[in-house]
């Protein structure tokens, strides 16, 4: 009757009555690595071996590592999923029956401006991705300069050429072969880009000879 992952880390007790033996909806549940008696579904299971306050029966401190971890994927794709569907739900209230979104009234204009939802949308995306840059400029102390960097400007655009599905290659490989291959290939830039200086500089050395 009781499926899914969370029940095989909690045993059921009883199926209609909660640690005090009044009526409950959920099950009355065992932990099975603690001993801690509680009413639960899913939800509150994934919160007692979570340690998630206010769901469960508590912290359990004997859950094993591989369960917190496959509890918190959960837990994250269920969040995600909720984000997912609010900005959905956010974007149908702005959405008229016409398939325009409304925007407010700029200075100057006589009323609301209407967009596509294409716009809408796009720039709810827009938003999402310059927060996530911000996010990381903050987090990892890279001063802001560097935002105008070239080469973080190239890596910005080679990733959207590559699409959502893309990953950064793996640390390991990151700090030996691909740093190698990139510091070869900006030392042979920088020594042509040197020698072509050097070269403009003698033509006109000699010209003003």
């Known amino acids: ?58 912290n359990c401190l004997e859950a094993p590592q591989d369960a917190k971890d496959l509890f918190q994927a959960i837990e994250n794709e269920k969040a995600a999923a909720t984000s997912k569907k609010r900005k959905r739900d956010d974007l149908d209230q702005l959405t008229a029956n016409d398939g325009s979104a409304t925007a407010p ?9 209407q967009i596509g939802i294409k716009q809408a949308f796009s720039n709810s995306i827009k938003a999402d991705a310059d927060a996530a840059v911000c996010r990381y400029f903050y987090a990892e102390g890279t001063p802001f300069v560097k935002i105008e960097s070239p ?29 190698d291959k ?19 500089t003698l033509e006109y050395c000699a010209c003003n000879v």
């Open 1 to 58: 009757m009781y499926e899914g992952p969370e029940f095989k880390h909690c045993k059921v007790i009883d199926p209609k009555a909660d640690a005090q033996g009044k009526s409950s909806n959920n099950p009355l549940v065992k932990c099975e690595h603690c001993a801690n008696e509680f009413s639960a579904g899913a939800y509150r299971i994934r919160g007692q071996i979570l340690g998630i306050r206010g769901r469960g029966g508590g």
């Open 105 to 113: 009234s700029t200075a100057g204009s006589t009323g609301p401006v």
């Open 151 to 179: 080469y973080f400007l190239d890596m910005l655009q080679k990733v959207a050429l590559f699409g959502a599905g893309y990953r950064p290659p793996p640390l390991k490989r990151l700090r030996t072969d691909g740093i």
């Open 182 to 200: 990139e510091k070869a290939l900006l030392d042979k830039d920088l020594e042509v880009r040197s020698a072509s200086h050097r070269t403009a």
